[in-house]
Antibody
Framework: EVQLVESGGGVVQPGGSLRLSCAAS????????MHWVRQAPGKGLEWVSL????????YYADSVKGRFTISRDNSKNSLYLQMNSLRTEDTALYYC??????????WGQGTLVTVSS | QSALTQPASVSGSPGQSITISCTGT?????????VSWYQQHPGKAPKLMIY???KRPSGVSNRFSGSKSGNTASLTISGLQAEDEADYYC??????????FGTGTKVTVL
């Protein structure tokens, strides 16, 4: 059974940094690309970032490009999202999701990031 | 990276069929067969319902079906049931090698 468990969320001031983690199990981690997707309170889903299975290719939404960095450690079956220069509009529940072709096949339960002074 | 356009709400009676549209551009929905659909119940993570426009993952009811014509994709739920009441989102791969979600549709079972 695929399990994705996010952690690292919390309250941070505008301009601050936070690193999210996603622990994966139940599948061969390095065979799959991974996504980060976020959802602001009461709002819709927003795609954030994608990393290839070997970590060699990364992609970002314009809204986070230059501020967020996606990475992975295949030896630890873990996915990360380093978030710098955080803004109030980055407040959201952040999900990691396992890619399957052009879809997001499996999702974690999310970790909440609140950017507030 | 503008969000794909979905109707804010769709409703139907039990047993009826409903269709949710998802309109994009030739740079996303119209350009690739990588449209997927997600169901999200309140307080829960999204669940993949349809991928590659019309394919159903194992375990998803065959009451859910997907299609695409030009820049618009559609999700049809037939034999509507109370448990289908949820938010639904479409998603597409884009020409920028990124992804974009739809604005979301609230399905109400009357």
């Amino acid at each position: 059974e695929v399990q994705l468990v996010e952690s690292g969320g919390g309250v941070v001031q505008p301009g601050g940094s936070l690193r999210l983690s996603c622990a994966a199990s139940g599948f061969t981690f390095d065979d799959y690309a991974m996504h980060w997707v976020r959802q602001a309170p009461g709002k819709g889903l927003e795609w954030v970032s994608l990393i290839s299975g070997d970590g060699g290719s990364t992609y970002y939404a314009d809204s986070v490009k230059g501020r967020f960095t996606i990475s992975r450690d295949n030896s630890k079956n873990s996915l990360y999202l380093q978030m710098n220069s955080l803004r109030t509009e980055d407040t959201a529940l952040y999900y990691c999701a396992k890619a399957f072709g052009g879809s997001h096949e499996d999702w974690g339960q999310g970790t909440l990031v609140t950017v507030s002074s | 990276q503008s969000a794909l356009t979905q109707p804010a709400s769709v409703s139907g009676s039990p047993g009826q069929s409903i269709t949710i549209s998802c309109t994009g551009t030739s740079s996303d929905v119209g350009g690739y067969n990588y449209v997927s659909w997600y169901q999200q119940h309140p307080g829960k993570a999204p669940k993949l319902m349809i991928y590659d426009v019309s394919k159903r993952p194992s375990g998803v009811s065959n009451r859910f079906s997907g299609s695409k014509s030009g820049n618009t994709a559609s999700l049809t739920i037939s034999g509507l049931q109370a448990e289908d009441e949820a938010d639904y989102y479409c998603s597409s791969y884009t020409s920028s090698s990124t992804y974009v979600f739809g604005t979301g549709t609230k399905v109400t079972v009357l």
